[in-house]
């Protein structure tokens, strides 16, 4: 297994270039199975795990892929297999991207269920609902979902969330562009990763009205066509760079960014003392001499994101003062609290919300990545720790972070990436 090794108390400095955005990727890469005319070719693709398992995924699925220096190509026009099997979906709870378009493409599909994780119970009923609203049947059997489009295609309806989901909003969303007839999805979730959804399928030629908003309206096509595409930027790596340099005193441009799709997070470094300037592409952030205690609480976009919650519990170490960080998207997101702990961080837990006393001289030892945002947390508290901080299973890091040594090491940063046994 890899470690990353951080040598703690370099100030980060200079300008870093945002990695394309992983949870977009996935489900365009899943949009691809939607139709079998044409090849499509999908640049800014992050080199990371979770994108090669799931290229695996449309492989065993029949599609036909390549991917070199960011860019995928896919054509799905040889897709044969209607299973999704346990072996691929249990390694990336996201495989579940691909039952609304197989459900939508060939009226059936076999997804196996996905299993828990690592921050508490993460369950896919909106996204059985969803396909439910648009006429399939779904049974669960020997640990699968097995889902019939009733007259072998679905037919639109009205899909009304009863809380904000990325994933059920972009399933519900690749169904749809294929049933018959119009569909409305109520309480969609807004995020941009969604946003960019809508617009790829748009550009395969789906009709969606509504997109970044909250209230969709799909007419189903008859058939839709492949396209080229150039993926957004990912705006959890960009933050978390921002974060990495807040915590070190230092003083970085993150270029290939759209700083609106940021708002609320770079309101909050703000409110948190550091000064951010942005052009149209870009973020420069610079850090005060002391950071302040900041508040935030993670919700629905344009909220703070939840998947930025982590890292900003490790800057609050380095702030004067109490900060409460609140998680109202998964209450048990809190596994890398004990991990911070042993560095020296004084975190408390109170049900959904981490109280956090700073500042706290943090120094380094050897701490374990649980998750993907967790683990991020844990380099940005090895980057300011006194000493050595070793981050072991930085497979989870690798999920989601394309690179993420090279690109720390580039703004001076001092990490390697070591092999390790983990049973010694
Ligand atoms: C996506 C992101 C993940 C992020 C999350 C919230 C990807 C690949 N992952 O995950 O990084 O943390 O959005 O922004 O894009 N829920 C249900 N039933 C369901 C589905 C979800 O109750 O069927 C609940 C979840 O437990 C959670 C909330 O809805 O409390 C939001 O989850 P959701 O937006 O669906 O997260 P994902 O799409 O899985």
Redesign the pocket.
Same mark, same amino acid.
């Given at each position: 297994m890899d470690k990353l090794v951080i040598k703690g108390g370099r100030r980060l400095s200079g300008s870093i270039t945002a990695s394309g955005s992983?949870?977009t990727s !996935?489900p365009i890469i899943a949009a691809t199975l939607l139709t079998g005319d044409g090849a499509f070719t999908l640049h800014h693709i992050p080199d990371l795990k979770d994108i090669m398992t799931f290229t695996q995924l449309l492989h065993h699925l029949g599609a036909e892929t390549t991917f070199k220096g960011n860019t995928l190509h896919v054509s799905s026009g040889n897709v044969e297999s209607l299973q999704a099997p346990y072996e691929l979906v249990k390694k990336m709870?996201?495989s579940i991207y691909v039952l609304g378009p197989m459900l939508a493409r060939f009226g059936h599909a076999r997804v196996s269920l996905p299993g828990g994780c690592a921050f508490g %119970?993460? %369950?896919?009923? !909106?996204?059985l609902m969803a396909m439910e609203k648009l006429g399939a049947t779904i049974t669960i059997q020997t640990g699968f979902i097995e889902a019939r489009a009733k007259g072998g295609k679905l037919r639109g309806g009205h899909i009304d969330f009863p809380?904000?989901?990325?994933?059920?909003t972009g399933n519900a969303l690749m169904a749809a562009v294929l049933a018959k007839g119009t569909t409305t999805i109520s309480n969609a979730?807004a &995020?941009p &990763?969604i946003e960019t959804l809508c617009k790829f399928l748009v550009a395969m030629g789906a009709t969606i009205r509504g997109t970044g908003t909250t209230e969709l309206e799909i007419d189903g096509s008859n058939s839709l066509k492949a396209i080229e595409f150039y993926n957004v930027f990912d705006r959890i790596e960009a933050g978390t760079l921002l974060a990495a340099a807040a915590i070190t005193g230092g003083e970085i441009t993150v270029n290939g960014v759209e700083p609106e799709q940021m708002k609320n997070v770079l309101k909050k470094f703000i409110h948190a003392g550091c000064s951010i300037e942005t052009t149209k592409n870009s973020i420069t952030l610079k850090s005060p001499d002391k950071l302040i205690a900041t508040d935030v609480t993670a919700k629905?976009y344009p909220a703070f994101?939840?998947?930025m919650q982590a890292q900003w519990i490790a800057l609050m170490t380095q702030a004067d003062g109490t900060s409460h960080i609140t998680d109202k998207?998964?209450h048990e997101r809190f596994n890398h609290i004990p991990e911070l702990n042993r560095l020296g961080a004084q975190i408390e837990i109170h049900k959904n919300q981490a109280i956090v006393h700073g500042p706290q001289r943090l120094s380094g030892t050897k701490v374990m990545s649980t998750d993907l945002r967790a683990s991020a947390s844990l380099v940005l508290a090895g980057l300011v720790a006194e000493g050595t901080t070793e981050v072991l299973r930085v497979y989870h890091l690798d999920r989601g972070y394309e690179k993420i040594e090279t690109k720390l090491n580039s703004l001076g940063a001092d990490i390697i990436r070591e092999k390790y046994n983990e049973f010694e």
């Open positions: 992983k949870n !996935l709870r996201a %119970p993460r %369950p896919i009923d !909106l996204h809380i904000s989901s990325v994933g059920a979730a &995020e &990763e629905p994101p939840t998947d998207v998964y």
